[in-house]
C-alpha cells in the first residue's frame, strides 16, 4: 500500500460527538425509524485514523461491536496498539480501502464517515455510498459530512489561492508554512470593500486556527469537493439510499417559516433551507430506501426521548442552551426545566424527571419540541452511564484515566472531549477505584479532604467518573 498522505502530516482526530450512534439514532426515532440499541450494535467508521472516535465509544459500550478503516497504516496501528493498551475486545481497525470491505464484513447497524466524501475521487465517493447500501442493516443508519453550497464558495476561493501560492512546495511541512504565509497577506491587506473584507477576514482567521493537519488535508490536498445538497442526495438515491436528517436536527427545522407554503419534496425542501443559510457544511444521515420514514413531528413525540443542555443563566437574563442559542423568558415552568438541565449537562434527562419542572405532560411537550427546533436542547436515546456524584473510593474510567497519563485531553462518557490542567490529570491518574479521599489527599499533599471536593465535583458532573 503506497504512503497515505496522512503519514507526511497526521490528521488531528479527537471524538465527534455528532457521529455517536446516540445521536443518529434519535433522529431515527425522530422520524419514525427503530434504531439498534446502543447497548448491542454495530457500528462501521470509515477514516477512523487512530480510533480517537471509534476507542471512547468501544470502551463505553463494551456489548456493542466497533470496526475502523483507513488508508493510513501507522495511525491505525497506533490505534490497535491504543487498544489492546485498555484490552478492548470489541474493537478492531484495518488499514484498508473502502472499496475491498466486502459482503464478508457482514451489517452494521451505524455506518461513520466523517469528513471522506468531500475529500475523496469520484470512485471512490461512489464506493462510499454502495459499502453504506451494501452493509446497512434495515434499520440501519450511515453518517457522511461533506462541504455544501452555496456558503462554501468563499472558502473554494480561498482554496484556489493557497494552491496557487504553494504550487511550487517540495513538501508537505512547506506546503503548510507557505498557506499560513498567504493567509496572513490577507489578513493584513485592506482592499477590499468593507462587506467582502469582514466575510473573508473570517474565513481567514479560521483556517489560521487550524492545526497544520486539517490545513493540509481539508483544505490544501488534491481533493476538496463541495455540493449541492440535491446532488448529495441524487447520488444516495442512485445507490438505493435515502435522506434521513442531519446530525443535527434543528438544522431541518423552519421555525421562522421562511418557506410557509413551499410545495416540494423533502430534498427539494431542505436545498432552499442551503440557498437560505447559505449553509457550507453539512452532516447528513441516509438510510436505505425502503424504509419508510414519517416526515411529520410533533410535541407528543418529546415523551420518548431524553434531553440535554447547559442551561446557563447569563448575566442579561437570558438562559443560554446547547450551540449558543438563548432565551429570554419570564415563564416559570422553561427557567426549571432549562435550570435543571443545566446542574446535570452534559448527562441528559429523561422527559419523565422533567415533567416536576414544567407542571403536567403536555405543557412539557410543548416546551421541549419548541426547544429542540431552535435547537437549544439536545436529543438523546442513551441514558449515558457515569457517576454523577462523588463516592468515597472515586474512580475515573479507565479510559480517562489511560488518556490523563498521556496527554491534556480526555473523553468523557458523553463523547466530548475535555482538557485537564496538570494538577487535574495528577488527580485522575489516583482515581483508580482503590483508594479512599483521604488518602488521594495524602497522596496530593493536601492539607485536608475539603480541598478534594471541588475538583472531584467537577470530574464528576463532567462524566469523567464511574460508579
Known sequence: MAESPYELIPY???????????RLAAVGKLFGMQPAPLENCRVLEIGCGDGANLIPMACALPRSR????????????????????????????????????GAGWGEFDYILAHGVYSWVPEDVREGLLALCRDHLSPEGIAFISYNAQPGGHVRQMIREMLQH??????????TVRLAREFLQLLKRSRLLPESWQKQRDEEVDALLDRPDGALYHDELGEYNQRFYFREFAAAARRHGLEYLGEAEPHGMFDPTRALAGFEGDIVEREQYMDFLKARRFRQTL???AERPLRRETSPEQMREFLFSAPGRRLENGQIEGA?????????????????????????????????????????LSQMMYELTIVGFVDLHVFDFPCQDSVTE???????????AARSCYVTSACHISLQLDEGARRLVGLLDGTRTQR?????????????????????ASRGLLEG
Open 12 to 22: 488531528p482526530n479527537f471524538p465527534r460527538l455528532a457521529t455517536h450512534p446516540d
Open 66 to 101: 466497533f470496526v475502523g478503516v483507513d488508508l493510513a497504516a501507522e495511525p491505525v496501528a497506533a490505534g490497535m496498539r491504543m487498544a489492546a493498551d485498555l484490552e478492548l475486545g470489541n474493537l478492531a481497525l484495518h488499514a484498508a480501502d473502502l472499496r475491498d470491505i
Open 165 to 174: 501560492h504553494t504550487r511550487h512546495a517540495q513538501s508537505a511541512a512547506e
Open 286 to 288: 441516509l438510510c436505505r
Open 323 to 363: 450551540r449558543g442559542v438563548c432565551i429570554n423568558t419570564r415563564n416559570e415552568a422553561a427557567i426549571g426545566v432549562a435550570t435543571a438541565l443545566g446542574e446535570v449537562y452534559p448527562l441528559p434527562l429523561p422527559f419523565a424527571d422533567l415533567v416536576p419542572y414544567a407542571g403536567s405532560m403536555d405543557v
Open 393 to 403: 473510593r472515586p474512580r475515573a474510567s479507565r479510559l480517562v484515566r489511560y488518556q
Open 439 to 459: 488518602e488521594i489527599a495524602a497522596a496530593l499533599k493536601l492539607k485536608s479532604t475539603w480541598e478534594l471536593a471541588a475538583p472531584l465535583e467537577w470530574l
